[in-house]
């Protein structure tokens, strides 16, 4: 029988989490630093390797460019010319001599000298230039900042600070007007005079040229006279406008609108000689843009001047009631119109019962005698002739009488003559309203 024998397993060993100790965390925070300097080394020296190869990389395939344009035909020659004998004899002898030298360089000088002066000068407009522009028209100086639109350049020309060149781009069309005659050309990448020159313009001594720059396309207008219109913005206030209110009490108001300030455009046309505005005329305004303030404001009261009139009675719409305008300017509302028959009466005495009306109340100018079944007591009345000839004026319904009956109205007048002047007339009896309390 075969034993098997058992083989007894080495234990494994037990790692033990070291102890920290003062000692031990003082001495790993003192070598800290020397760790931190030796990892930065390591980096900037993989670093160092990286940059050197490739920059070994470039610098191969640079020298291997320079190589093959050395083996080049178009490097060949030009070795092949510059050493030639003939060349290299011409080198060595201007080395070897100087008046060879200085005399090489002068006719080098003398000939980019004369090379400049022969070279024809741009071409410069001697008239006076306008440029018009959305804000307006401005004489071209100097000072004017260079400008480039789609079809136009403005620079400054090498004849002088205040000459300019306006160069015109290649395909568009320009429409030049002179002298009444209109030509239509389209641009060749060529500067104004030269443009003008080729539609066969002549500019005179007294002519301006206009650039109109406020359309798509560049149009030219040449004349010795230009007329140009400029704007003037005028603010305005608003006005107050006052309607009166029949119905309104007098002494009160009320704004219907807030007024609002506007503005009035005035257009001015000038005109242009020389470059310089020697006339300005008004050609007119534009409406103006301000809302006036509306405000009404009452003219209704509740009783007038005796001597003050009616001008004017409009009845409601309802037939009851209306508006008296008087002469004054006030007005007055009434709820009933009566014709009455009237008549007149005085006290006949300064003391007694005859000073004392049947309410009580002392007699007076304004005191109307009435029948209490058709005018109750206390009403206010204004009274006047039905044919408008005599006017009564304010009243009270106070007294009463006997022979009162009916529409029938007694009028008290100071005097017997005044009542015999008003003798027995009909009359228009105007029943007031009353102002609430």
Same mark, same amino acid.
């Given at each position: 029988?075969?034993?098997?024998?058992?083989?007894?397993?080495?234990?494994?060993?037990?790692?033990?989490?070291?102890?920290?100790?003062?000692? !031990?965390?003082?001495?790993?925070?003192?070598?800290?630093?020397?760790?931190?300097?030796?990892?930065?080394?390591?980096?900037?020296?993989?670093?160092?390797?990286?940059?050197?190869?490739?920059?070994?990389?470039?610098?191969?395939?640079?020298?291997?460019?320079?190589?093959?344009? &050395?083996?080049?035909?178009?490097?060949?020659?030009?070795?092949?010319?510059?050493?030639?004998?003939?060349?290299?004899?011409?080198?060595?002898?201007?080395?070897?001599?100087?008046?060879?030298?200085?005399?090489?360089?002068?006719?080098?000088?003398?000939?980019?000298?004369?090379?400049?002066?022969?070279?024809?000068?741009?071409?410069?407009?001697?008239?006076?230039?306008?440029?018009?522009?959305?804000?307006?028209?401005?004489?071209?100086?100097?000072?004017?900042?260079?400008?480039?639109? *789609?079809?136009?350049?403005?620079?400054?020309?090498?004849?002088?600070?205040?000459?300019?060149?306006?160069?015109?781009?290649?395909?568009?069309?320009?429409?030049?007007?002179?002298?009444?005659?209109?030509?239509?050309?389209? *641009?060749?990448?060529?500067?104004?005079?030269?443009? &003008?020159?080729?539609?066969?313009?002549?500019?005179?001594?007294?002519?301006?040229?206009?650039?109109?720059?406020?359309?798509?396309? &560049?149009?030219?207008?040449?004349?010795?006279?230009?007329?140009?219109?400029?704007?003037?913005?005028?603010?305005?206030?608003?006005?107050?406008?006052?309607?009166?209110?029949?119905?309104?009490?007098?002494?009160?108001?009320?704004?219907?609108?807030?007024?609002? !300030?506007?503005?009035?455009?005035?257009?001015?046309?000038?005109?242009?000689?020389?470059?310089?505005?020697? $006339?300005?005329?008004?050609?007119?305004?534009?409406?103006?843009? !301000?809302?006036?303030?509306?405000?009404?404001?009452?003219?209704?009261?509740?009783?007038?001047?005796?001597?003050?009139?009616?001008?004017?009675?409009?009845?409601?719409?309802?037939?009851?009631?209306?508006?008296?305008?008087?002469?004054?300017?006030?007005?007055?509302?009434?709820?009933?119109?009566?014709?009455?028959? *009237?008549?007149?009466?005085? $006290?006949?005495?300064?003391?007694?019962?005859?000073?004392?009306?049947?309410?009580?109340?002392?007699?007076?100018?304004?005191?109307?005698?009435?029948?209490?079944?058709?005018?109750?007591?206390?009403?206010?009345?204004?009274?006047?002739?039905?044919?408008? *000839?005599?006017?009564?004026?304010?009243?009270?319904?106070?007294?009463?009488?006997?022979?009162?009956?009916?529409?029938?109205?007694?009028?008290?007048?100071?005097?017997?003559?005044?009542?015999? $002047?008003?003798?027995?007339?009909?009359?228009?009896?105007?029943? &007031?309203?009353?102002?609430?309390?």
């Amino acid at each position: 029988m075969e034993r098997i024998e058992t083989v007894a397993r080495r234990p494994i060993p037990v790692r033990r989490r070291p102890k920290l100790d003062p000692v !031990s965390v003082c001495q790993a925070i003192h070598d800290a630093p020397d760790g931190l300097v030796r990892l930065v080394r390591r980096g900037v020296r993989a670093v160092g390797y990286w940059l050197a190869w490739t920059w070994d990389a470039v610098v191969t395939d640079q020298k291997q460019m320079y190589q093959d344009f &050395l083996r080049s035909r178009f490097a060949r020659s030009w070795h092949a010319f510059f050493h030639a004998p003939a060349l290299v004899g011409f080198t060595a002898a201007l080395r070897n001599n100087w008046l060879g030298r200085f005399t090489g360089m002068v006719a080098l000088t003398a000939a980019i000298f004369v090379g400049v002066s022969l070279t024809p000068a741009a071409p410069t407009l001697d008239a006076i230039c306008i440029l018009v522009e959305q804000d307006g028209p401005q004489v071209v100086s100097q000072d004017t900042e260079e400008l480039d639109r *789609s079809y136009l350049s403005l620079r400054r020309s090498l004849g002088g600070d205040k000459a300019m060149q306006y160069i015109l781009q290649p395909g568009y069309t320009i429409t030049v007007d002179h002298a009444g005659q209109v030509i239509t050309a389209v *641009s060749a990448g060529e500067r104004l005079p030269v443009f &003008l020159e080729r539609c066969g313009i002549s500019l005179g001594d007294d002519e301006m040229v206009e650039l109109n720059l406020t359309g798509d396309q &560049l149009s030219i207008r040449i004349s010795g006279t230009l007329t140009y219109q400029h704007f003037v913005t005028v603010e305005t206030d608003y006005e107050i406008k006052r309607t009166p209110d029949p119905l309104m009490d007098k002494g009160t108001e009320e704004i219907v609108r807030k007024g609002v !300030s506007g503005q009035i455009v005035e257009t001015y046309e000038d005109t242009v000689v020389r470059g310089e505005v020697v $006339s300005t005329r008004y050609v007119g305004a534009s409406h103006d843009t !301000s809302h006036a303030e509306l405000v009404r404001y009452g003219t209704r009261v509740y009783e007038v001047e005796r001597d003050d009139t009616i001008e004017k009675v409009v009845p409601n719409s309802s037939g009851e009631g209306g508006i008296l305008y008087f002469k004054s300017g006030d007005t007055m509302t009434y709820s009933k119109a009566l014709t009455c028959s *009237s008549t007149a009466y005085y $006290s006949g005495g300064e003391k007694g019962a005859a000073w004392t009306t049947a309410v009580g109340a002392k007699v007076g100018i304004g005191t109307i005698a009435v029948d209490p079944k058709v005018i109750p007591y206390y009403t206010k009345m204004f009274i006047q002739t039905t044919n408008g *000839s005599r006017v009564y004026g304010m009243g009270t319904a106070l007294d009463c009488g006997g022979a009162i009956k009916g529409n029938i109205v007694d009028l008290w007048f100071p005097t017997k003559a005044d009542c015999y $002047s008003w003798g027995r007339r009909n009359v228009t009896v105007y029943i &007031l309203d009353k102002k609430a309390s």
